[in-house]
């Protein structure tokens, strides 16, 4: 028998979800969102809110609701080498690949890079980057309740400046929206969807889904049902409260573009409104709050991978494998907050369509008796095209034209996939083969079907 829970254990678990999914990196994408969408904000902020915030609870109602141990043993369901691929990936995705290179800089693009000229960036970055990962690294290697309890005063207070930052720009906008650049012009809505990619949250939702459910099964919560009933109830705070901040701070974009132009980066659209509606003051307070919670996250996220890939490989200890992540991320850091989120595109572009369809299957799986060629197949098939989406997006980033052998597939891929030129052709080939593969397991004898788990 399930407990009942209080509105403040709901409390508690939802800001716990939302602690889960916010972090200081994700502020910049919607800034960099409503500078380029421009009049088009309204429906790419739609898009990025479905990529960025809704998939994120997608992803732990789908563990919750496999009753899986965690993505490895979810993703085994495929078969156990996928399982540890996948999820070796998305570790050094939402790791020294990406994301934690990525909390690094932009603590030096919206802290540090305002106050130094650019002739000394690059110097300014090394010297940055090199204290906040001898720092992380320290603090992974001796991990203390600091941290946690840093991190817990950290995140009331970048909210509520950044809810007193947002007021200010609902009540006195820097100025009118501009026009919209790129694919914004054309197709905000999807343009917006796969912006939300570069939040990470939905591959990180998978990974760290664990943590929300435990939450709950010590709270006396312990049936499926019940588990994701109180992950759906509690996640409402946290949607609400991360759609309000994504929105807010993308019309603060979207209204800056005739004051201070086009960045490159989101980072500095923050800085530069902190400055216009409280001066220097404001903007030294911005910095200091997102540099520190930048590092809690950084830490976070170290610590995490190190014990994933001390679990898979326990002759390597976990000191070993946090050093050589912690440097790993100190050197991607300096090719610069731009150059991060340009070279995570192909690897999103790949990545995200498996991850979605992972959430499906996990919730389509009792229609199909869990049968394993079901995954297989509808993974496969899966995989044939977002490939092709990131090795295509890889071209893009490199300025150049896709390579000789990939032609004749692309041309095959736009000329029968729906979507496919807007990044979507996955999509119905990954759903038309989990229906034709579900219903003949359904209607095949269940006990020939069913795998293990």
Known sequence: MDSKLSFSSYLALGTTLFALFFGAGNLIFPAELGQDAGVNLWPAVIGFAITGVGLPLLGVLAIGYSSSRDLQDLSSRVHPVYGILFTSLLYLTIGPFFAAPRTGAVAYDIGFAPFIGEEHARLGLFLFSLVFFGVTLWLSLNPAKLVERVGKVLAPALIILLLVLLTMAAINPIGGFGEPQGDYASNPFVTGFKEGYNTM????????????????????????????????????????????????????????????????????????????????????????????????????????????????????????????????????????????????????????????????????????????????????????????????ALCVQLDMEPFAWMKPILNFYKSILPLYSDGLGWLVPALTVLVITGVIARVSAPSAQTTSN
């Open 201 to 392: 949250d939905a591959l990180a939702s998978l990974v760290f889904a664990i943590i929300i459910i435990d939450a709950v099964r010590r709270m006396g919560v312990t049936s499926t049902r019940g588990i994701l009933a109180a992950t759906a109830k509690s996640g409402l705070f946290a949607i609400i409260l991360l759609g309000v901040i994504y929105t807010g701070i993308a019309y603060l974009g979207a209204t800056s573009t005739g004051e201070f132009g086009l960045f490159d980066t989101g980072g500095a659209v923050l800085s530069n409104g902190a400055s216009y509606y409280f001066g220097k003051t404001g903007m030294l307070l911005l910095a200091a709050l997102i540099t520190l919670a930048c590092l809690t996250t950084s830490i976070g996220l170290m610590t995490a991978v190190g014990e994933y890939f001390n679990r898979l490989i326990p002759k390597i200890s976990y000191k070993v494998f946090v050093t050589f992540f912690t440097t790993l991320s100190f050197v991607i850091a300096n090719f610069g907050l731009a150059n991060i989120i340009k070279y995570s595109i192909p690897v999103l572009m790949f990545l995200y369509p498996l991850a979605i369809v992972i959430m499906i299957l996990a919730f389509a799986s009792p229609l199909f008796h869990h049968a394993r060629y079901v995954y297989v197949s509808t993974i496969a098939v899966t995989f044939l095209i977002s490939i092709f989406d990131g090795l295509s």
